[in-house]
């Protein structure tokens, strides 16, 4: 069954230290996958797909089908990067979500 | 752009009661759909159409939900008669291309249900 896991429900962090924000998937196709981020306040919105190999507002996630993860990372967090974060899968023509991290940056 | 648009914002019955969503996409968006997002869990796909056509409800529990998209555009979602369990985000997002998960979807506010 398509699954995807991120094991986390909260990550704190202070303001210049790493972040990564786990997930895995369970997939037996190929699996094109993304980052969904919603702040306070505002609406759920794409992140970034890993097909897009880009980084945005520094965020990088590599697809990793040996390990079936696709991890999020920064290499130095900032105060408005506190939001909600979901990792999410296309698969059958619809997206599953994961459960979603908070993450918490402290000044 | 105008984003999507959804309506009302919050919305508080009590049980076996009745109730109605409203999303209006943004224009010229193909695929429309519809998420039911409980507390602590990520959306989940209730139903998804492509233009007036219903692509995918595998998740919508028929025996009281139903949703309509008239004329490929607005869309409406229903609950008769509502459950206790049906307390959450209802979020509707649209996407540009017809047929393909792939492309960017784009999420309304969404509706806050809580069935009482």
């Known amino acids: 069954a398509q699954r995807v896991t991120q094991p986390e429900k909260l990550l704190s962090v202070f303001k210049g230290a790493p972040v990564e924000l786990k997930c895995n998937y369970s997939?037996?196709?190929?699996?094109?996958l993304f980052w969904y981020v919603q702040y306070s306040r505002q609406r759920l919105q794409l992140l970034l797909r890993?097909?897009s190999r880009e980084s945005i507002k520094g965020f990088t996630a590599d697809l990793n089908k040996g390990e079936t993860s696709f991890h999020l990372k920064k290499p130095f967090a900032q105060e408005e990067d506190s939001a909600m974060y979901y990792c999410a899968l296309s698969a059958w023509d619809k997206l599953i979500f994961g459960t979603g991290t908070r993450l918490q940056v402290f000044p | 752009e105008a984003g999507v648009a959804q309506s009302p914002r919050y919305k508080i019955i009590e049980k076996r009661q009745s109730v109605a969503f409203w999303c209006n996409p943004i224009s010229g968006h193909a695929t429309l759909y519809w998420y039911q997002q409980i507390l602590g869990q990520g959306p989940k796909l209730l139903i998804q159409?492509?233009?007036?056509?219903?692509?995918?409800d595998s998740q919508l529990p028929k025996d009281r939900f139903s949703a309509e998209r008239l004329k490929g555009v607005d869309s409406t979602l229903k609950i008769q008669p509502a459950k206790l369990e049906d307390s959450a985000v209802y979020l509707c997002?649209?996407?540009?291309?017809?047929?393909?998960?792939?492309?960017?979807?784009?999420f309304g506010p969404g509706t806050r249900l809580t069935v009482l």
């Open positions: 997939y037996s196709g190929s699996p094109e």
């Open positions: 159409f492509q233009n007036n056509g219903v692509v995918d």
């Open positions: 997002a649209s996407s540009l291309q017809a047929g393909s998960s792939t492309d960017t979807q784009y």
């Open positions: 890993h097909i």
